[in-house]
């Protein structure tokens, strides 16, 4: 369109070049004009009521703030256990009477995991961790009739005794034992056993009816 | 005496070179400024494009800075409440994730086709070196940002992230075998992935990480107006067009038509909604990991090759190019640019194809090994 | 292996009282291709079993009636047993809770049963749907992308109208301005 009106030098070429240039102006400004005109009126609002209050239904507000307490709520209890775990050199899991052999009692360890405590056949305790090897599920707290405890995530099976994982599981590595010890109401320590299953002490069950089951920081990798 | 001087004055002559002040003037800089036109042309509107993602990045970053709460009991509780309750929060928020991709595929692209133009080539070596550190400083601001929702993928692939460093430090003899484990626990700031870690990183992405990159963009800048662009190809062009106001305008175009399509994007897909929901969920320390916990897609090309090649062999090739990256205007001076152009091409063959079908390989020979 | 499942079950009733269906999972992950987890259907992620919120060790006397009401549930009631979500009591309440548990053995049965139309969560794909393609039901942000997009681009169709008009008017101006700019310098050098 313009550039076979450029190369004339008359006087009406030059008229037409003019007019070019002013058309060519004028659609430039109508154009960027409306371009910024719109971004204006669309985005500016937008942009602003970001900032703005916003607008929260009762309901909403009532979520909002029950949904903190318990964030709150779980972040204390977190950190209560935190601090168990630092200050003190064991911590009770549960009476050896009330072990059961095929229902596992949950508790925290002193690496902040989940663990299980059941009792075996001779009535004494197994203390095993509850977390998954394969991805970090919380493993299932019953025992099946094979002795094996569910992972219900990716259907990882673990022996309660040894921790193996049954064959097939995604789990390859066992779930790790802890040590603990066995301590009556006088405060003797009856039996102990480490994570590798060695135990010093009486295996008597008569002596140590009534005692209680305690994990040791000693045997978690935590020592002061 | 005179062999101090000559080092000094060697010295001297190499900056003026690199940076030449004396280029600082309206004439050198608005009037005579001009840029080459042939067929690799539209290379040269990538680093504008980079940088206006990065404007993208800096102006949605700001936005969602008024809500973020960087503390572990609250980060992902305020991004929801972003997402959920503030007036075109999940707009903004899905903006930044998508300018996020669009950045960082910006830096490849710009730092591959500089590299197949020889836009390193004297006297133009500190812009690369400068560049160079500006794809590192890329790739840790998606690797803090990244951290900060404090959702399951965001803490268990940053974990991951992490270990790997830890493992590199079994492959190096003696006593720089603990190098690494030292390294991991500065970056964490602990034992292990937690509050200090969330800290940490949200004053490296927030402050330090900008603060060094605007510093380091400014020179970059500076010294491509200075230069002036590069010629791109082997063979001299013939033709070329002025950049004020012809080349910049047409920037403002790409930049116009980059940002309708991020905006559509933006609106139309969130950009979680690739991946399975669990890995969105607040994370739980105590709690169960989501399965195929992975990074982000810019990693890939580095993170499938540690879970198909052997270890030790992906560090040392990682290593190599990392050295060759900023040592590239040196070791390639002499290489032409259709050699340059092939080994371009070789990597962004290797990009692809790491990226888009890394799971696929890793699958195939995880089957293989049984 | 059905009959071992049977047995996990009996275990399961016996010792805990509880419901955990880790057959569901299994089913819909492999049909969608997708990771999920007990989030589809429960409050909490790990599941109903523990005593964290959402989970059944940690219901007050009120919320252990509800549940108690749940575990009797008939197709067509309106029941919320306090450890599912919206979506998972949809379920409750279009199947019940003795049919909920025979589908163990079928989980593919569920979807059919469905609403067709349900959406929670106003993304624009149905509930029983979502649960095929193994995304969130209750979240409007979770989905299969092309089909948000489709239903986002509808949505927010004058957005996308106006700024795609700014663009083009914007992209009509730079370019008549570089016109502009052109038509000057050869002028000026003429």
Same mark, same amino acid.
């Given at each position: 369109?313009?550039?076979?009106?450029?190369?004339?030098?008359?006087?009406?070429?030059?008229?037409?070049?003019?007019?070019?240039?002013?058309?060519?102006?004028?659609?430039?400004?109508?154009?960027?004009?409306?371009?910024?005109?719109?971004?204006?009126?669309?985005?500016?609002?937008?942009?602003?009521?970001?900032?703005?209050?916003?607008?929260?239904?009762?309901?909403?507000?009532?979520?909002?703030?029950?949904?903190?307490?318990?964030?709150?709520?779980?972040?204390?209890?977190?950190?209560?256990?935190?601090?168990?775990?630092?200050?003190?050199?064991?911590?009770?899991?549960?009476?050896?009477?009330?072990?059961?052999?095929?229902?596992?009692?949950?508790?925290?360890?002193?690496?902040?995991?989940?663990?299980?405590?059941?009792?075996?056949?001779?009535?004494?305790?197994?203390?095993?961790?509850?977390?998954?090897?394969?991805?970090?599920?919380?493993?299932?707290?019953?025992?099946?009739?094979?002795?094996?405890?569910?992972?219900?995530?990716?259907?990882?099976?673990?022996?309660?005794?040894?921790?193996?994982?049954?064959?097939?599981? !995604?789990?390859?590595?066992?779930?790790?034992?802890?040590?603990?010890?066995?301590?009556?109401?006088?405060?003797?320590?009856?039996?102990?056993?480490? !994570?590798?299953?060695?135990?010093?002490?009486?295996?008597?069950?008569?002596?140590?009816?009534?005692?209680?089951?305690?994990?040791?920081?000693?045997?978690?990798?935590?020592?002061? | 005496?005179?062999?101090?001087?000559?080092?000094?004055?060697?010295?001297?002559?190499?900056?003026?070179?690199?940076?030449?002040?004396?280029?600082?003037?309206?004439?050198?800089?608005?009037?005579?400024?001009?840029?080459?036109?042939?067929?690799?042309?539209?290379?040269?509107?990538?680093? +504008?494009?980079?940088?206006?993602?990065?404007?993208?990045?800096?102006?949605?970053?700001?936005?969602?800075?008024? %809500?973020?709460?960087?503390?572990?009991?609250?980060?992902?509780?305020?991004?929801? %409440?972003?997402?959920?309750?503030?007036?075109?929060?999940?707009?903004?928020?899905?903006?930044?994730?998508?300018?996020?991709?669009?950045?960082?595929?910006?830096?490849?692209?710009?730092?591959?086709?500089?590299?197949?133009?020889?836009?390193?080539?004297?006297?133009?070596?500190?812009?690369?070196?400068?560049?160079?550190?500006?794809?590192?400083?890329?790739?840790?601001? +998606?690797?803090?940002?990244?951290?900060?929702?404090?959702?399951?993928?965001?803490?268990?692939?940053?974990?991951?992230?992490?270990?790997?460093?830890?493992?590199?430090?079994?492959?190096?003899?003696?006593?720089?075998?603990?190098?690494?484990?030292?390294?991991?626990?500065?970056?964490?700031?602990?034992?292990?992935?937690?509050?200090?870690?969330?800290?940490?990183?949200?004053?490296?992405?927030?402050?330090?990480?900008?603060?060094?990159?605007?510093?380091?963009?400014?020179?970059?800048?500076?010294?491509?107006?200075?230069?002036?662009?590069?010629? +791109?190809?082997?063979?001299?062009?013939?033709?070329?067009?002025?950049?004020?106001?012809?080349?910049?305008?047409?920037?403002?175009?790409?930049?116009?038509?980059?940002?309708?399509?991020?905006?559509?994007?933006?609106? +139309?897909?969130?950009?979680?909604?690739?991946?399975?929901?669990?890995?969105?969920?607040?994370?739980?320390?105590?709690?169960?990991?989501?399965?195929?916990?992975?990074?982000?897609?810019?990693?890939?090309?580095?993170?499938?090759?540690?879970?198909?090649?052997?270890?030790?062999?992906?560090?040392?090739?990682?290593?190599?190019?990392?050295?060759?990256?900023?040592?590239?205007?040196?070791?390639?001076?002499?290489?032409?640019?259709?050699?340059?152009?092939?080994?371009?091409?070789?990597?962004?063959?290797?990009?692809?194809?790491?990226?888009?079908?890394?799971?696929?390989? %890793?699958?195939?020979?995880?089957?293989?090994?049984? | 292996?059905?009959?071992?499942?049977?047995?996990?079950?009996?275990?399961?009733?016996?010792?805990?009282?509880?419901?955990? $269906?880790?057959?569901?999972?299994?089913?819909?992950?492999?049909?969608?291709?997708?990771?999920?987890?007990?989030?589809?259907?429960?409050?909490?992620?790990?599941?109903?079993?523990?005593?964290?919120?959402?989970?059944?060790?940690?219901?007050?006397?009120?919320?252990?009636?509800?549940?108690?009401?749940?575990?009797?549930?008939?197709?067509?009631?309106?029941?919320?047993?306090?450890?599912?979500?919206?979506?998972?009591?949809?379920?409750?309440?279009?199947?019940?809770?003795?049919?909920?548990?025979?589908?163990?053995?079928?989980?593919?049965?569920?979807?059919?049963?469905?609403?067709?139309?349900?959406?929670?969560? $106003?993304?624009?794909?149905?509930?029983?749907?979502?649960?095929?393609?193994?995304?969130?039901?209750?979240?409007?942000?979770?989905?299969?992308?092309?089909?948000?997009?489709? $239903?986002?681009?509808?949505?927010?169709?004058?957005?996308?109208?106006?700024?795609?008009?700014?663009?083009?008017?914007?992209?009509?101006?730079?370019?008549?301005?570089?016109?502009?700019?052109?038509?000057?310098?050869?002028?000026?050098?003429?």
């Amino acid at each position: 369109m313009t550039s076979n009106n450029q190369d004339h030098i008359s006087d009406e070429g030059k008229e037409i070049k003019v007019d070019d240039e002013k058309r060519a102006f004028v659609k430039a400004a109508f154009g960027i004009g409306t371009s910024l005109f719109l971004l204006s009126l669309g985005s500016l609002g937008k942009l602003l009521s970001f900032f703005s209050k916003q607008n929260l239904t009762k309901d909403q507000q009532e979520q909002i703030l029950s949904e903190k307490i318990q964030r709150l709520k779980q972040t204390t209890d977190e950190q209560e256990l935190q601090l168990e775990r630092l200050s003190k050199d064991y911590i009770l899991v549960a009476g050896l009477d009330s072990l059961s052999p095929i229902k596992g009692i949950y508790f925290i360890d002193y690496l902040m995991r989940p663990a299980l405590a059941f009792s075996d056949d001779d009535g004494l305790p197994i203390v095993i961790s509850a977390k998954c090897t394969h991805l970090g599920c919380t493993v299932g707290q019953n025992v099946d009739e094979q002795g094996r405890i569910l992972c219900p995530c990716h259907m990882s099976r673990f022996n309660i005794k040894t921790g193996s994982p049954a064959a097939g599981s !995604p789990a390859k590595t066992p779930l790790p034992r802890l040590g603990w010890f066995l301590m009556d109401t006088h405060g003797n320590i009856l039996l102990t056993q480490n !994570p590798q299953g060695k135990q010093s002490g009486t295996t008597d069950m008569d002596k140590l009816a009534g005692s209680s089951l305690y994990i040791l920081k000693k045997f978690s990798g935590g020592e002061a | 005496m005179g062999d101090k001087n000559k080092g000094l004055k060697r010295l001297i002559e190499f900056m003026h070179d690199r940076i030449p002040m004396h280029k600082f003037n309206f004439e050198n800089l608005v009037l005579k400024k001009e840029v080459p036109i042939h067929r690799m042309s539209w290379a040269y509107y990538l680093g +504008g494009l980079t940088l206006f993602f990065f404007l993208v990045q800096v102006v949605t970053g700001i936005f969602l800075l008024f %809500y973020y709460q960087p503390t572990v009991s609250d980060a992902h509780a305020s991004i929801e %409440y972003i997402t959920k309750y503030v007036n075109n929060g999940f707009f903004i928020r899905n903006l930044h994730t998508w300018a996020s991709s669009c950045l960082i595929l910006c830096l490849m692209a710009h730092a591959l086709t500089a590299f197949a133009m020889k836009a390193f080539a004297p006297p133009r070596e500190i812009i690369w070196v400068g560049g160079a550190l500006m794809l590192v400083i890329g790739f840790a601001f +998606g690797f803090t940002g990244y951290l900060l929702p404090w959702h399951q993928i965001a803490v268990n692939a940053t974990k991951v992230a992490l270990q790997s460093l830890d493992e590199s430090g079994h492959y190096l003899p003696g006593f720089i075998s603990g190098i690494p484990h030292y390294i991991k626990e500065i970056i964490q700031g602990g034992p292990d992935v937690g509050q200090a870690t969330l800290s940490r990183f949200f004053a490296l992405h927030v402050v330090i990480l900008p603060l060094l990159c605007f510093g380091i963009l400014g020179l970059h800048l500076l010294s491509v107006q200075l230069h002036g662009m590069s010629q +791109g190809v082997d063979d001299l062009p013939k033709k070329s067009e002025k950049f004020f106001p012809f080349f910049i305008l047409k920037d403002l175009i790409v930049w116009g038509v980059a940002f309708l399509g991020v905006f559509i994007l933006a609106v +139309g897909i969130p950009f979680e909604s690739f991946y399975a929901f669990p890995f969105f969920q607040a994370y739980n320390a105590l709690g169960a990991t989501p399965e195929g916990i992975k990074p982000e897609w810019y990693f890939y090309f580095a993170y499938y090759p540690l879970e198909i090649f052997p270890f030790w062999l992906v560090m040392l090739g990682m290593s190599v190019m990392g050295v060759l990256l900023f040592m590239t205007p040196w070791v390639f001076k002499k290489t032409s640019r259709r050699a340059l152009t092939i080994l371009a091409l070789i990597m962004t063959a290797y990009l692809v194809v790491m990226t888009f079908f890394g799971q696929a390989i %890793y699958e195939i020979v995880k089957g293989v090994k049984g | 292996m059905s009959s071992f499942f049977t047995l996990l079950l009996l275990t399961f009733i016996f010792s805990s009282n509880a419901m955990a $269906h880790p057959e569901y999972l299994q089913y819909f992950k492999k049909e969608s291709g997708r990771a999920i987890n007990c989030a589809m259907c429960h409050t909490n992620p790990e599941g109903p079993e523990g005593v964290n919120p959402g989970q059944i060790g940690s219901l007050d006397p009120e919320a252990k009636k509800l549940l108690a009401l749940a575990r009797e549930a008939k197709t067509g009631d309106n029941i919320k047993n306090p450890i599912l979500n919206d979506f998972g009591n949809e379920i409750l309440n279009a199947i019940g809770h003795e049919n909920l548990v025979e589908l163990e053995k079928d989980p593919g049965a569920i979807p059919g049963l469905l609403s067709k139309t349900s959406d929670l969560d $106003h993304d624009g794909i149905p509930d029983y749907q979502e649960l095929l393609d193994g995304t969130d039901p209750l979240n409007p942000n979770d989905g299969l992308p092309w089909k948000l997009f489709i $239903h986002n681009f509808i949505t927010n169709w004058f957005q996308i109208m106006m700024i795609t008009l700014a663009t083009i008017s914007g992209v009509f101006g730079l370019y008549y301005t570089i016109l502009w700019f052109s038509i000057r310098t050869k002028k000026e050098f003429k």
